[in-house]
């Protein structure tokens, strides 16, 4: 099939660094009956048309209509559960995004979290930003991902396709990325470059750069030791870099997943370590201390994961200086990411 062949080579093309990090983002092709989505905590470098989850389209539509609990994390394993009844294939879960990926009516949808464009989404004048460089583009509050981000998401399509005739083929999500949607692989390429070329000049006038000038000072094996003695299994692996600014708060869902809210800037000691787990109620994944940076994790992926959000953070922290500073995520909206099922099971599978 075509057009699977080129949802393939659109998710390898936008599965690279300067689009997405770890298991971030997520593609999908639909025709009238079927919808062919990435599976969750997999990365789109790795998709291949085997691998796509398949749905069926008229039963995900039936989630707009199911009575759902108040309560987020119940409603959310309602959720996941009937979203569960419309796999059509034994691929794995597909992405908490997919109901939103159904109702937008072109054939292609490739979404993702570019450094470029997310140090847009996350600073403090994003959105004026966005309706002057991009118009046409749909800028959406952050929203909890799942079901609440999909139904609000259903309202403003609807409310843009009555007032423009057609659906947004750009969406800008705060605190979280970008989706596009298109009916060919050049239509999806053209939109995402009337994004990214736009942006770039806008950094390149304000002299600013995701450069974090990163000078190597080597490890020091005593301090490894000692993170791994106090963090214990959390600090099974632990990998490590040169000193930059870590962000020192809550970003995106991505961020929450991978590298935490906060990194431990205390001394390495287990009463310094204790009272972190205490305030947060996990150990940490980034670690400052004498001007280096260390990821931790249960697995080599894990720490590497870590160290690789610590520092795609820094960079979107560094770019929103273009547009007002970085603006953080709410306690609420962290705490939900940190207690929600599905993004453990992501951070699981991309482990």
């Not at 310094?272 to 947060?280: E, S, V």
Request: hydrophobic share 40%.
């Amino acid at each position: 099939m075509q057009d699977l062949k080129t949802i393939v080579e659109l998710s390898h093309e936008f599965g690279t660094p300067e689009y997405v990090k770890g298991g971030g983002g997520n593609t999908s092709y639909k025709d009238e009956s079927t919808l062919w989505v990435k599976p969750s905590g997999t990365t789109l470098a790795g998709l291949h048309e085997s691998t796509f989850v398949t749905l069926n389209r008229e039963k995900v539509n039936e989630l707009y209509d199911v009575d759902t609990p108040e309560e987020p994390h119940a409603r959310e394993e309602l959720v996941r559960n009937f979203m569960g009844e419309a796999v059509l294939n034994d691929a794995g879960r597909p992405s908490v995004e997919a109901p939103l990926h159904n109702i937008l009516e072109t054939k292609f949808v490739v979404h993702t979290h570019a450094l470029l464009v997310n140090g847009m989404t996350c600073a403090k004048d994003g959105e004026a930003v966005c309706k002057s460089l991009f118009p046409d583009a749909l800028w959406v509050e952050y929203i909890d991902a799942g079901y609440t981000l999909c139904m609000v998401l259903k309202d403003r399509i609807d409310a843009y396709k009555a007032a423009h005739g057609r659906i947004p083929k750009i969406i800008m999500l705060k605190n979280h990325g970008i989706f596009v949607s298109g009916d060919t692989a050049e239509e999806i390429r053209s939109l995402y470059a009337s994004v990214m070329n736009p942006i770039k000049e806008e950094y390149e006038k304000l002299g600013i750069s995701e450069d974090l000038g990163i000078e190597e000072t080597g490890q020091d094996s005593e301090v490894l030791t000692k993170i791994q003695e106090i963090f214990g299994e959390d600090a099974a692996f632990i990998e490590s870099s040169g000193f930059f600014e870590c962000v020192p708060g809550p970003i995106t869902p991505d961020h929450l997943v991978y590298a935490r809210a906060f990194p431990f800037t205390g001394e390495l000691t287990q009463v310094h370590a204790d009272a972190y787990h205490a305030r947060h109620g996990f150990a940490p994944k980034v670690v400052i201390h004498n001007n280096r940076i260390y990821g931790l994790g249960k697995t080599e992926k894990n720490a590497g994961l870590a160290l690789l959000f610590a520092r795609d953070g820094a960079q979107v922290m560094k770019l929103s200086q273009a547009f007002g500073g970085i603006d953080y995520m709410t306690d609420r909206a962290r705490e939900f990411i940190e207690n929600w099922e599905v993004e453990s099971y992501r951070e699981k599978v991309a482990s």
